[in-house]
Each structure stands twice: as structure tokens, then as C-alpha cells.
């Protein structure tokens, strides 16, 4: 089975996307480069935020794949992953995460493609530690199972994280949802792609 990098720019909008929602469950997906070369490791480089209301409104979920699918597609990366966090605090287990059918779809098309279930119990503003687990997609078993993974400067991203969730940097934050409500709301979240030392600075 593959093992996984989230780069400190995935990570800071899977938790940002929680952190902005924490009484509701939200989700979005993972981007990759689009060829994975002799080495076993995935190397997520991008999150997507997708819903926090309308999880499971397969329509909407098509165009938010489509669109998303063709941006990747112009930044030669690939949709490779998914993310869910569960609306109850203490649903951390992969079987509780919303709209998991998602992430099947995804695997279909990325073999290596990974299923994080976001820990709400350790979305907090002393980000001590990673508030994520990370699985691949197992043939042998035919299911989905606990995959290695690391962080990107894993510490100096949970400090960073930590120290913007203070600060309310996860407000800014825009998911799928925000963009369907006004077009202007980029879902891209292109100011989230800089440095967690640059972004520190505008808050």
C-alpha cells in the first residue's frame, strides 16, 4: 500500500474547513501529481473544500467533481484523495464519514487514492498534533485501511495551523457551498497556497 505526504497547503484547508464548520460535517478533496513515479508515496499537494450543507446532493457533487477535475487538470495535477469530517465530535472512524462514496469514485480513477477522516477531537487551537488519519485503499482486503503518512515540516505546520486558528484565519475559508451561494467566492482558495509564514502575516 502507498504511503502519503500532505503538504503543510492541504493540511491547513482540510483543518481550516473543519474549524469553520464545527457543528456540521463537511468534506473536499485531495490533489496529487498526476503520475506517481517509482516511489510508493503520494504526495497530496492540494486541498479542494467541497460542502459543509449539501454532502450528499449528488448533483451537486458532479458539477463541484467536474470543475474541480478540470482545474487539476490545468495545474497537471489529478484529484487523488478525499476528505470528510464527521458532524459528531466523537465520529473520528472511517465508517461514520459523510458521502464516503466519494472517495470510492475517486479510487476508481486513482488507484492510489486516499480517504482522510478528520479527528474533530483534536481540531483544536493547541494544535499539538496531526487531527487527521489517512487510509489507502486495500485490494487484497477490498476495503479501505490505515495507510502511513506524514506532514510536510510537520511541526512547523502544526504551529503554524495553530497559531491562525487563533487568529481566525479559518473564516476565510471558502468551500464549494460558499461559491454556489456567490460565484465570486473563489473555492480555490488561492491565498491559502502561500507559506503559513506569509499567510501569518495577514492576520
Not at 482540510?14 to 504526495?43: D, M, T
Not at 473544500?49 to 470543475?67: K, N, R, S, Y
Not at 485503499?137 to 485501511?145: F, G, Q, T, V
Request: proline share 3%.
Amino acid at each position: 500500500m502507498c504511503e502519503y505526504e500532505l503538504s503543510e497547503t492541504a493540511y491547513t484547508k482540510i483543518i481550516f474547513h473543519a474549524a469553520k464548520y464545527p457543528h456540521q460535517a463537511v468534506n473536499g478533496l485531495l490533489l496529487a501529481e498526476k503520475k506517481v513515479g517509482k516511489s510508493s508515496v503520494v504526495q497530496i499537494i492540494d486541498a479542494i473544500p467541497l460542502f459543509h450543507q449539501c454532502l450528499h446532493v449528488t448533483p451537486m457533487a458532479e458539477i463541484a467533481l467536474m470543475q474541480i477535475d478540470s482545474y487539476a487538470d490545468s495545474k497537471g495535477l489529478a484529484i487523488a484523495g478525499y476528505y470528510a469530517a464527521p458532524e459528531n465530535f466523537y465520529d473520528n472512524q472511517i465508517e461514520k464519514a459523510p458521502a464516503a462514496k466519494i472517495a470510492d469514485k475517486i479510487q476508481e480513477n486513482f488507484k492510489n487514492a486516499c480517504f482522510v477522516v478528520v479527528d474533530n477531537k483534536l481540531v483544536t487551537l493547541e494544535h499539538s498534533r496531526s487531527a487527521v488519519q489517512v487510509y489507502g485503499y486495500s485490494n487484497d482486503l477490498n476495503r479501505w485501511s490505515k495507510a502511513k503518512y506524514w506532514l510536510t515540516q510537520s511541526s512547523q505546520t502544526l504551529e503554524g495551523v495553530s497559531l491562525l486558528l487563533k487568529r481566525g484565519a479559518m473564516r476565510d475559508v471558502v468551500d464549494f457551498d460558499n461559491h454556489l451561494d456567490n460565484p465570486e467566492n473563489d473555492w480555490t482558495n488561492q491565498f491559502l497556497n502561500q507559506s503559513l509564514k506569509d499567510l501569518q502575516k495577514l492576520y
